[in-house]
């Protein structure tokens, strides 16, 4: 099926420049030579502001053994304006993993209110194996390859299974000998060497979607060069990561409830039942049809599975209605509704309801999504990376660290097979997509465990109430995870990804205030995000 977005893409802008390293004195002698580094910076490109500039620094592919094969590392920044306001670097991460950043600090540096902006150097960063940063490849992919998994049924298990072996078997024959390093923790590592590159004790930071859960791995890895941390949109580490990806199974039941409830109330408008449990049946009729005989929605056939494919869609009341009315135009062969199948402002294949297929990483997974799209990916899902950016560069690293950071993931297929049928029964809408069977079943071993959450950690952490991504769940158990920390909730919210996203969003006051003093509050936070635009094709219907 078509898609109407593709955010596999890694923007990414040339840093060329080799860095130059610091002579050793005496006293630094016992100082790894890749914590003394000085970054030979350069403007990024004639068509970027001057004020953004970028530099290359090398850091081991393997920490424990720093001498041998290195690995590039593209970091950019803008410098705070305001030298006797500054307090030190905000580093960022828009989410992934497989995402560049190198962008960030442009995207940061126009939204960021001034009294904020002025305390920090923005720096952003493609993590090891992305973009610019001496980028991994899995070779030439099929559509089908480059996502996340499909529906469960018994018939077409072993095809899975072929499927999820042979995307493992692409990525360990064109990368085999980097993937295994291509791990939240050695990124970590390698932000604490841009610390120590741009010769700050502590870096701040902000970190949306996966970024959270790397700003939190940082935060026990290296307690005391932790400063004011900013986790956006929580990855549970407690679920990383097959629970993860099947968190999207059990969050979006209560989100698919929430909009019966929402189109019941707007049945004159939409037409799919005047209560939550008539649209309930309209939906799934639609599907059993579909599994029957697929329905022809914009020259394209769509199955039950397609029209299942994307419960994020369920999380924005609006856009499912729109879709799900169009669908039911197709099947019934009446005419599309005003506007057709588009819902406004919808980015994920279901938005448009012509249709899904294996999801993408990134762009439609639990770690990704439309807060890692930014400056260099367009509505169609272009990018300006560099040329030298194999295509499959995110769905490489998206499996290299999905499998990489955890031995947590079933070897056995038959294990998930039994999953998906069961989480077919208990969450239908998309519980046997994820818990179906994925490449990390015949990934090797991670080379360590993962990071264990035990160290205190006085962190901010923000979350929307109906965020379809990391749920309001992964929120709360990064929360609980990490010992110190408040959280914002932003009660109403929808979408992924909180401070800044929207200029009224009632995040941004304490994330403001937070990283202004680096106080936190003294207790949670929950704020009422203001209603949104009221519903123009509903408007004055009731």
């Not at 448009?352 to 770690?367: C, F, I, W």
Request: hydrophobic share 35%; glycine share 10%.
């Amino acid at each position: 099926m078509k898609r109407l977005t593709r955010l596999l893409a890694t923007s990414g802008l040339l840093a060329a420049a080799l860095p130059a390293l610091a002579t050793p004195s005496a006293s630094a002698t016992t100082t790894p030579a890749y914590l003394r580094q000085t970054p030979a910076w350069h403007r990024c490109s004639p068509d970027r502001p001057a004020a953004y500039e970028c530099a290359t620094l090398k850091v081991p592919l393997d920490y424990q053994r720093p001498e041998g094969r290195t690995l590039d590392l593209a970091i950019s920044r803008m410098k705070s304006e305001n030298p006797a306001k500054r307090r030190g670097v905000l580093l960022l991460n828009p989410g992934g993993p497989g995402t560049s950043g190198l962008y960030r600090p442009m995207r940061t540096n126009a939204e960021m209110p001034k009294d904020v902006r002025d305390r920090y150097d923005l720096v952003g960063f493609d993590p090891r194996g992305v973009g610019e940063s001496s980028p991994i490849g899995c070779g030439d992919l099929s559509e089908a390859e480059v996502g996340v998994g499909g529906a469960y049924r018994p018939e077409t298990f072993a095809s899975d299974v072929s499927w999820a072996r042979g995307i493992a078997d692409k990525c360990r024959e064109k990368s085999g000998d980097v993937i295994p390093y291509i791990t939240t923790r050695n990124t970590a590592r390698d932000m604490d060497v841009i610390r120590a590159a741009l010769g700050e004790r502590k870096v701040s930071y902000l970190g949306y979607s996966y970024g959270t859960y790397l700003g939190a791995v940082y935060s026990q890895m290296f307690p005391e060069r932790t400063d004011r941390f900013v986790l956006d949109s929580g990855v549970d580490p407690g679920r990383v990561w097959r629970g993860m990806i099947q968190a999207w199974g059990t969050e979006a039941e209560p989100a698919f409830e929430r909009w019966t409830r929402w189109a019941a109330e707007r049945s004159d408008t939409y037409g799919l039942g005047a209560t939550p449990e008539a649209v309930s049946a309209t939906f799934w009729a639609l599907v059993a049809r579909a599994d029957r005989d697929p329905i022809i929605h914009y020259e394209e056939k769509m199955t039950g599975d397609d029209i299942r494919a994307d419960p994020s869609l369920f999380f924005d009341p609006h856009a499912a209605s729109v879709v799900i009315k169009s669908i039911k135009a197709s099947a019934d062969n009446a005419p599309q509704p005003p506007g057709g199948g588009t819902a406004p402002g919808a980015t994920g294949p279901g938005a448009s309801g012509k249709g899904a297929g294996r999801k993408e990483p990134g762009a439609q997974s639990p770690l990704g999504g439309v807060r890692a799209a930014g400056p260099g990916i367009d509505a169609g899902g272009a990018s300006d990376a560099p040329d030298a950016t194999p295509a499959s560069n995110a769905t490489a690293v998206y499996w290299a660290v999905v499998c990489g950071d955890t031995d947590s993931w079933p070897r056995d297929p038959e294990q998930y097979a039994r999953d998906a049928a069961r989480d077919k029964v208990k969450h239908p809408l998309y519980g046997d997509f994820a818990s179906n069977i994925k490449p990390c079943a015949f990934w090797q071993r991670p080379l360590e465990p993962a990071t264990p959450m035990k160290t205190r950690a006085d962190v901010l952490t923000v979350q929307n109430e109906w965020d379809p991504m990391t749920p309001l769940a992964t929120g709360q158990g990064l929360h609980q995870a990490l010992k110190g920390s408040r959280m914002v909730l932003a009660l109403g919210g929808e979408g992924h990804g909180v401070y800044l996203s929207n200029p009224t969003a009632c995040a941004n006051i304490p994330v403001n205030a937070y990283l202004s003093t680096g106080r936190l509050p003294a207790k949670d936070v929950t704020c009422h995000n203001p209603p949104p635009t009221p519903d123009p094709e509903s408007a004055g219907a009731r």
